[in-house]
């Protein structure tokens, strides 16, 4: 008699290796951190729930659970990137932002996050840009959801990609804290234009999702130029559709005050790497 087995795919690798790393962090540094419980639970709670959702798949295989079982992970990245808030005191005290507003300074002699919206206040560029910035939002789900219509045997490796090259970034914004001119400037050095639909659309985002973390490098910057890279081949209409978009953000984060400008420059020199090591890492696992 056959029986199935449970099969795993390798982005259920990259989640349980990031989960259990973090895990560890916790561990080790529990006398530091408040309430580790319910973030311990919280990694419980994804792995009973990748257990059940096997388990169910073995039983009753279907395009559904399929589905489900490939995008979960995406649906896991803004807890886990508002968690990085958390860790990011455990190595380092204070965060490095007195040190990017230094290279700021040095590299362009003023400071781009203060005088960007500064000289250009007006509404049609606020509201570009944070359209630009607003997009990024859809990127993942979108990306992947392309790869899934248009390439289904490739849609694995897409979104192992995508999911293990935010997690690389979360881990460097752990051990780098950095909290970017909105949380690290004063009043009202750190406020953005308020402009019209797009920037209040984003500022709602940030009020309830966004966190004092991972200013350097820009991961906005950098996932987004990986969406480039993973869409140059296999979806050239993605590419050109991703591309006016990925100038907008590069312009936006500093614009709106997400990132000094070394961030951005940051996010442009470490995209190739991350997505390097995430398909390095995805042929060792799927292979």
Not at 67 to 79: G, K, S
Not at 199 to 216: I, R
């Amino acid at each position: 008699m056959n029986s199935k087995k449970l099969v795993l795919k390798p982005v259920d690798i990259s989640v349980f290796l990031y989960l259990l790393i973090t895990a560890l962090l916790i561990f080790a540094f529990s006398q530091r951190l408040q309430d580790h419980t319910s973030h311990l639970l919280f990694r419980l709670g994804v792995l009973l729930f990748l257990g059940f959702l096997l388990i169910w798949e073995q039983k009753k295989p279907s395009p559904f659970l399929n589905f489900i079982h490939l995008f979960y992970p995406i649906l896991l990245l803004t807890y886990l990137f508002g968690e990085t808030a958390w860790f990011n005191h455990l190595f380092f005290s204070h965060p490095f932002d007195d040190w990017l507003q230094k290279w700021d300074k040095l590299l362009f002699g003023f400071e781009p996050s203060v005088a960007f919206s500064k000289h250009y206040p007006e509404a049609w560029m606020s509201e570009l840009l944070n359209l630009g910035y607003f997009s990024y939002y859809f990127m993942p789900v979108g990306v992947a959801l392309a790869f899934f219509l248009k390439h289904p045997k490739k849609t694995d490796q897409a979104i192992f990609i995508i999911v293990t090259s935010f997690f690389i970034y979360y881990l460097f914004f752990i051990v780098f804290p950095s909290e970017g001119p909105h949380y690290y400037l004063d009043y009202p050095s750190n406020q953005a234009i308020h402009s019209g639909l797009f920037s209040h659309l984003v500022q709602t985002v940030e009020h309830y999702g966004d966190k004092p973390t991972g200013a350097f490098p820009s991961s906005h910057v950098g996932m987004t130029l990986i969406y480039l890279f993973l869409s140059w081949r296999r979806l050239p209409w993605l590419f050109w559709l991703i591309l006016p978009f990925a100038l907008l953000i590069c312009l936006a984060t500093v614009y709106i005050k997400a990132h000094y400008a070394v961030d951005v420059l940051g996010g442009i020199l470490s995209a190739p790497l991350v997505y390097g090591l995430s398909r390095w890492m995805y042929r060792k696992i799927a292979n």
